[in-house]
Nanobody, 123 residues
Framework: QVQLVESGGGLVQAGGSLRLSCAAS????????MGWFRQAPGKEREFVAR???????YYADSVKGRFAISRDNAKNTVYLQMNSLKPDDTAVYYC?????????????????WGQGTQVTVSS
């Protein structure tokens, strides 16, 4: 069992940056696959980025080159650095956790979720 708490959302102008944080409880954080997803009003939850336990990262094409996922296992925290933000990035952003090798780009493979943090990008 792991509990996740996101922070760092807010209102930013187009072209600006934000860094989201997701703090996790539990002593085995380093063995979890971590993902970031987002959901805009009236749309399905979509994949943003994924960090396999301790190694490979994956990104949605829409954020590649602008967003970066990273983790600090000593702090039980995963981050999402978002640069060159666009109005289309406006959504509630969620972090999610899955046991090692069980996470993917499909949100249904993640059993643990944070409460979400709102990101609004104005034009």
């Amino acid at each position: 069992q792991v509990q996740l708490v996101e922070s760092g959302g807010g209102l930013v102008q187009a072209g600006g940056s934000l860094r989201l944080s997701c703090a996790a409880s539990g002593r085995t954080f380093s063995s979890y696959d971590m993902g970031w997803f987002r959901q805009a009003p009236g749309k399905e939850r979509e994949f943003v980025a994924r960090n396999r336990a301790g190694s490979t990262t994956y990104y949605a094409d829409s954020v590649k080159g602008r967003f970066a996922i990273s983790r600090d296992n000593a702090k039980n925290t995963v981050y999402l650095q978002m640069n060159s933000l666009k109005p289309d990035d406006t959504a509630v952003y969620y972090c999610a956790a899955a046991a090692i090798n069980y996470g993917s780009t499909d949100y249904r493979t993640y059993p643990y979720w944070g409460q979400g943090t709102q990101v609004t990008v104005s034009s």
